[in-house]
């Protein structure tokens, strides 16, 4: 049985901040040539990635009251505080996916936005 899905809701401000790091994370990738991981599309589609990742995370942060910085330009850091991981999925069905160089002694969620 799954859990009952919690929503969290943004105002106007806050979901301007997350598309400005989702776009300051596109351009970083793009600048320094990092390629995506895991079957994600690099190029067209990324940045729609990228910004349902960004939802996620900070969505993640504020029912769990936590800061989120965005973390841009450290890809080695926690996702929300200082060790929850997030996945984020559009699809009404998407699955929690942990993949084989993830921490296993930290907490994952998973958002779907």
Not at 8 to 20: G, P
Not at 27 to 55: F, H, M
Not at 76 to 82: K, L, T
Request: hydrophobic fraction near 40%; aromatic fraction near 8%; charged fraction near 20%.
């Amino acid at each position: 049985m799954s859990p009952k899905p919690i929503t969290v809701t943004f105002t106007a401000a806050e979901l301007t901040s997350i598309a400005l790091v989702a776009t300051m994370r596109s351009v970083q990738n793009i600048y320094g040539e990092t390629k995506s991981r895991y079957g994600a599309p690099d190029g067209e589609g990324s940045w729609e990635i990228g910004l349902i990742g960004c939802v996620g995370e900070a969505a993640a942060a504020k029912y769990f009251r936590r800061w989120w910085s965005g973390a841009v330009g450290d890809y080695g850091a926690a996702d929300v505080g200082s060790r929850l991981q997030v996945r984020a999925t559009a699809h009404p069905n998407g699955r929690l996916r942990v993949n084989p160089p993830d921490k296993d002694h930290q907490p994952f969620v998973l958002a779907r936005v």
